[in-house]
Structures are given as C-alpha cells and as structure tokens.
T-cell receptor
Framework: KAGVTQTPRYLIKTRGQQVTLSCSPI?????VSWYQQTPGQGLQFLFE???????NKGNFPGRFSGRQFSNSRSEMNVSTLELGDSALYLC????????????FGEGSRLTVL | GQNIDQPTEMTATEGAIVQINCTYQ??????LFWYQQHAGEAPTFLSY????GLEEKGRFSSFLSRSKGYSYLLLKELQMKDSASYLC??????????????FGRGTSLIVHP
C-alpha cells in the first residue's frame, strides 16, 4: 500500500509570491489534514478536509487555504508569502477507523527569501 | 484550546530505559498519541491511549492518567536508532465527530553508546 505522497519536496520562493503544495493520501483514506512544522512552534494544525469539505481549521491567517478533490487528493495554497512562512509543511491522511492515527507524508520544505 | 508540555531534550545511554513525560491542559479530550520523528523524516505513529493505564507494544509503552492530564512514553533497551524527536499529541473532539490534534513541541532524544 503506497504511503502519503507530497510534492514538491523542496521549494524556494520570494516574499509576496504564492505557493501550491500537493498531497496524495493513502488509497481509501478520505481525511487529509495539513500541518506547519517549525523549530520554534513545533507541529501546528492548519486544516482538515474530508470528502471535499473543510471540516476543521486551525489558527492561521486567510492567506493559507486548501481544497480536496473527489479522489481525496488535496492541495494547500499560501498567498503573499512572508519570511515567517518558511517551514516544513506536512500532510497526513487518516482512514477514520479505530484510533484515527495519522499517516504523514515526508513533507514539503518551503524556504521564503 | 489545548496546552501541551514536554521536555525539549533528553539524553540516555544505549541499553537503558528512558521515560518521556507529557502534560496537557485541555478544553476537550478524546485520546493521546505519541509519534516518533527522525530528522528529515515524517512522523510515524507509536501509540494511542484513550483510557487510563498502560499500553505496551514491544520495547515501547505509553501511560495515561486523564485526571492528572499526564502521559509518558517509556522506551526500554534503548538502541541508537531510537535517537529521534518524540511528539505528544492530544485529540480535541469537534462537532460532527471530527477531531483536531494539538501537538507538543517534541522531545529530542539523544541515545549515546
């Protein structure tokens, strides 16, 4: 069973630009959640999508948005990039059964210059 | 909201036992997870506790006391490969049966020969 796949793995942008990150969940998983990981703040919840609907949202500004497609693949977008957006962005999928453990992708490392 | 505290860094010797503590203050609670994250890799699931008590899985055990807002992860017979960051996460129930996970900042464990 293939794991969670995130693309691109690394990217460099400049302030003011926008970026789109992609996540393909484990086959059959309908829940996809996104996280920002930085050394100072740790792993912080951005939002969660389930069956193409945003089900929960963390405390991030509106510059951070996402969507989920009918095949459960998800994208997140960050507009008007700021230096502080430099981070590892992790996507996780969950089947929703049992403990609801999260299966993480390896992340997209974004550097904003 | 949730507040989760865990030590920033711990060191231990190969073959020894180490206990990583996690305390939490929550507005809601529906389970506590431990994840392991090696440098440059995705977090991977270790354990899940929703009821008080000890859950054992091989060399790793996790304990939960809901009344005290306290959990620990116990690692026995430490190996060099156990050097990693250990993330404590509390699941906060939301309307509609969904959950938002809140992560601690992680405990970096260094295992020495």
């Amino acid at each position: 069973k293939a794991g969670v796949t995130q693309t691109p793995r690394y990217l460099i942008k400049t302030r003011g630009q926008q970026v789109t990150l992609s996540c393909s969940p484990i086959s059959g998983h309908r829940s996809v959640s996104w996280y920002q990981q930085t050394p100072g703040q740790g792993l912080q919840f951005l939002f969660e999508y389930f069956s193409e609907t945003q089900r929960n949202k963390g405390n991030f500004p509106g510059r951070f948005s996402g969507r989920q497609f009918s095949n459960s693949r998800s994208e997140m977008n960050v507009s008007t990039l700021e230096l502080g957006d430099s981070a590892l962005y992790l996507c996780a999928s969950s089947g929703g059964e049992g403990s609801g453990e999260l299966f993480f992708g390896e992340g997209s490392r974004l550097t904003v210059l | 909201g949730q507040n989760i505290d865990q030590p920033t860094e711990m060191t231990a010797t190969e073959g020894a036992i180490v206990q990583i503590n996690c305390t939490y203050q929550t507005s809601g609670f529906n389970g506590l997870f431990w994840y392991q994250q090696h440098a440059g890799e995705a977090p991977t699931f270790l354990s899940y506790n929703v009821l008080d008590g000890l859950e054992e899985k091989g060399r790793f055990s996790s304990f939960l006391s809901r009344s005290k807002g306290y959990s620990y992860l116990l690692l026995k017979e430490l190996q060099m490969k156990d050097s990693a960051s250990y993330l404590c996460a509390v699941r906060d129930p939301q309307a509609g049966g969904s959950y938002i996970p809140t992560f601690g900042r992680g405990t970096s464990l260094i295992v020495h020969p």
